[in-house]
């Protein structure tokens, strides 16, 4: 090969490097915002009991995902009707399942003791798991179905038409129990 061969191979090369630099910088900064029709992602917390949690244990369940805080207003008006909501379906194959991003251990148990909250609940205080979902605003949920597939997502309370839903009105209900 001559001189120039190798000096145009490189330089190929390099560009060709360089664009999958540039592809790859320009990925992983963009913000991945979990919605409707996305596969849910992995996850791996631990319990209060010391019980590790993952996606695995809600197979073949529809799964609520919960992102909560004690510090949070909204998060603390849906929390009963997300009680009613888990004693509703809990004989039917649905699992709420409550990520608290409370930093404070304190103020994250007050809340689970004072509300006897009867869906499993763990904490995240570093927020993995609400990064992996895109999520930066409590209260958020995903009802993800039994293919782990979200379905639906709520960011704030669940609405219609600005008005704020518990989580057994009758349409929200319905929709889950289609899942079924």
Not at 8 to 33: E, G, N, P
Request: proline share 6%.
């Amino acid at each position: 090969m001559t001189q120039s061969k190798i000096d145009q191979s490189i330089k190929v090369a390099l560009a060709v490097l360089m664009v999958a630099l540039a592809f790859v910088i320009v990925y992983t900064m963009q913000d991945h915002i979990v919605v409707a029709g996305d596969t849910a992602p992995n996850f791996n917390l631990t319990a209060d009991n010391g019980r590790r949690i993952t996606p695995r244990n809600f197979g073949g369940k529809v799964l609520v995902l919960n992102f909560w805080a004690s510090w949070c207003p909204p998060c603390v008006q849906e929390i009963p009707s997300l009680n009613e909501f888990q004693k509703m379906f809990a004989a039917e194959g649905v699992v709420v399942l409550g990520v608290s991003v409370d930093r404070n251990d304190k103020n994250y148990r007050a809340m689970v003791k004072n509300f006897k909250i009867v869906f499993p609940t763990v904490r995240d205080p570093e927020e993995n798991v609400s990064y992996k979902y895109g999520t930066y605003k409590v209260p958020e949920s995903y009802i993800i179905d039994r293919n782990g597939k979200v379905v639906r997502k709520f960011v704030g309370l669940p609405e219609q038409d600005g008005v704020p839903k518990l989580w057994t009105d009758p349409e929200i209900v319905g929709f889950v129990r289609s899942l079924l």
